[in-house]
Structures are given as structure tokens and as C-alpha cells.
């Protein structure tokens, strides 16, 4: 059973960095691109950032580019996200997530639980 | 980047069909066939329940239908149910590699 666990969340200042983690499990990491997907409170869904299975190819939104890095260990079957500079705008649940198949944007199949991020002063 | 349009809300009666819009450009959901939908519940993580336009993961029930026409993706839900009562989003590839969501549908089931 594919499992996706996030941590890493809490409260930030504005202008602060946080580092989030996703433990996996249940799949051959190393196999798939990851990504991450944020949600405000009340809000819609937003694509962030996908990394590709070895990891040397990224893709960002636009809202994030330059502020966050995304990247993976795949000896430990973690992904992370590196995010510097938050605003208060970032503030969300953020999630992991992964396609059943071979192109990481066909369907996110797989998602962890979240990981809420605030950022206030 | 600009999010896919959706109706904020759509209502049905139990055993009704509804059908949920989402507009684009063709810059996303008219450049390629990777239109996928999501069901969220209160509190839980999205659930993936069309993907490829209209292609359902195994264990979706198959009221659930989608379809595309341009730059305008639908997801049809028939037979409506009170456990449908969710919001609903819609994701398309982009031309620049990267993935943009609808700003969700409200399903409320009267």
C-alpha cells in the first residue's frame, strides 16, 4: 500500500524557511516523479512543484519560483521542500503527491495527509 | 498560470445528473488530453476520480464521467447520491510543463 507522509509544518515568521518532508513507502520511490500541491485555508487546490525521479529535473509554479526548492533522497524514499522567503500568502496545507503511472501530471492517485504551514508574525 | 474556471457551486437532487464545467485555454486543457478531476471532502485529501479526460481509476464508481470539448473540460456525475456531496476540481498539463487547477465546484445535494 502506496503511504505518503508529510511533516515538517508549523508557524513562520514572514521571511522565514521551512524545510518540508515526505516519507514513502509502499512503492519503489525511485520509479516516480513527486510532487507537491498546496491548499490555503478555504481555498483551492495549487500545483507547486514536481521533481522528477532522479531528480534532476524540476518544475515549479510560478508563485513559488525562486523561493522554493524541491528535491529528493531516494536512499531514503523522502521528498522535501525547501521554502524560503514565505509570505503570509503562503499559508496552506501542503500536500505530496503521486501519479499511478509514468507522466507525473496524469492524475495524482496517491496523496499524503497534509502538513499545515503558517506564515504570521 | 491562471487557474481553470469553474462554477463555484452546483446543486442536484438525489438520482439527478449534474455536470461541472472547467474552461481553460489552449495553453492547457486544449493542448493535450491530461484533464484529471479530484473529489475533496471536509478535512481529507483530494481523491483522484477522472484522469486523461476520462479514464476512471479502478475502484471509481462509474457515475462518474468526463469528457472534453475544445478548451472546456466537463465531469458529469449521474445518478446523484447525498455521499457526492463534495467539491470537485479540475487539473490540466500546460504548455509549460507545469499543472493548473480549477478554483473548485461546490456539489451540494438537495
Given at each position: 500500500?502506496v503511504?505518503?507522509?508529510?511533516?515538517?509544518?508549523g508557524?513562520?515568521?514572514?521571511g522565514?524557511?521551512?524545510?518540508?518532508?515526505?516519507?514513502?513507502?509502499?512503492?519503489?520511490f525511485?520509479?516516480?516523479?513527486?510532487?507537491?500541491?498546496?491548499?490555503?485555508?478555504?481555498?483551492?487546490?495549487?500545483?507547486v512543484?514536481?521533481?522528477?525521479?532522479?531528480?534532476?529535473?524540476t518544475?515549479?509554479?510560478?508563485?513559488?519560483?525562486?523561493?522554493?526548492?524541491?528535491?529528493?533522497?531516494n536512499?531514503?524514499?523522502?521528498?522535501?521542500?525547501?521554502?524560503?522567503?514565505?509570505?503570509?500568502?503562503?499559508?496552506?496545507?501542503?500536500y505530496?503527491?503521486?501519479?499511478?503511472?509514468?507522466?507525473?501530471?496524469?492524475?495524482?492517485?496517491?496523496?499524503?495527509?497534509?502538513?499545515?504551514?503558517?506564515?504570521?508574525? | 498560470?491562471?487557474?481553470?474556471?469553474?462554477?463555484?457551486?452546483?446543486?442536484?437532487?438525489?438520482?439527478?445528473?449534474?455536470?461541472?464545467?472547467?474552461?481553460?485555454?489552449?495553453?492547457?486543457v486544449?493542448?493535450?488530453?491530461?484533464?484529471?478531476?479530484?473529489?475533496?471532502?471536509?478535512?481529507?485529501?483530494?481523491?483522484?476520480?477522472?484522469?486523461d479526460?476520462?479514464n476512471?481509476?479502478?475502484?471509481v464508481?462509474?457515475?462518474?464521467?468526463g469528457?472534453?470539448?475544445?478548451?472546456?473540460?466537463?465531469?458529469?456525475?449521474?445518478?446523484?447520491?447525498?455521499?457526492?456531496?463534495?467539491?470537485?476540481?479540475?487539473?490540466?498539463?500546460?504548455?509549460?510543463?507545469?499543472?493548473?487547477?480549477?478554483?473548485?465546484?461546490?456539489?451540494?445535494?438537495?
Open positions: 500500500e503511504q505518503l507522509l508529510e511533516s515538517g509544518g508557524l513562520i515568521q514572514p522565514g524557511s521551512l524545510r518540508l518532508s515526505c516519507a514513502a513507502s509502499g512503492f519503489t525511485s520509479g516516480y516523479a513527486m510532487s507537491w500541491v498546496r491548499q490555503a485555508p478555504g481555498k483551492g487546490l495549487e500545483w512543484s514536481v521533481i522528477y525521479s532522479g531528480g534532476g529535473t518544475y515549479y509554479a510560478d508563485s513559488v519560483k525562486g523561493r522554493f526548492t524541491i528535491s529528493r533522497d536512499s531514503q524514499n523522502t521528498l522535501y521542500l525547501q521554502m524560503n522567503s514565505l509570505r503570509a500568502e503562503d499559508t496552506a496545507v501542503f505530496c503527491a503521486k501519479v499511478d503511472n509514468s507522466d507525473w501530471f496524469r492524475g495524482f492517485r496517491h496523496w499524503g495527509q497534509g502538513t499545515l504551514v503558517t506564515v504570521s508574525s | 498560470q491562471s487557474a481553470l474556471t469553474q462554477p463555484a457551486s452546483v446543486s442536484g437532487s438525489p438520482g439527478q445528473s449534474i455536470t461541472i464545467s472547467c474552461s481553460g485555454t489552449s495553453s492547457d486544449g493542448a493535450y488530453n491530461y484533464v484529471s478531476w479530484y473529489q475533496q471532502r471536509p478535512g481529507k485529501a483530494p481523491k483522484l476520480i477522472i484522469y479526460v476520462s476512471r481509476p479502478s475502484g464508481s462509474d457515475r462518474f464521467s469528457s472534453k470539448s475544445g478548451n472546456t473540460a466537463s465531469l458529469t456525475i449521474s445518478g446523484l447520491q447525498a455521499e457526492d456531496e463534495a467539491d470537485y476540481y479540475c487539473s490540466s498539463y500546460t504548455t509549460s510543463t507545469t499543472l493548473v487547477f480549477g478554483g473548485g465546484t461546490k456539489v451540494t445535494v438537495l
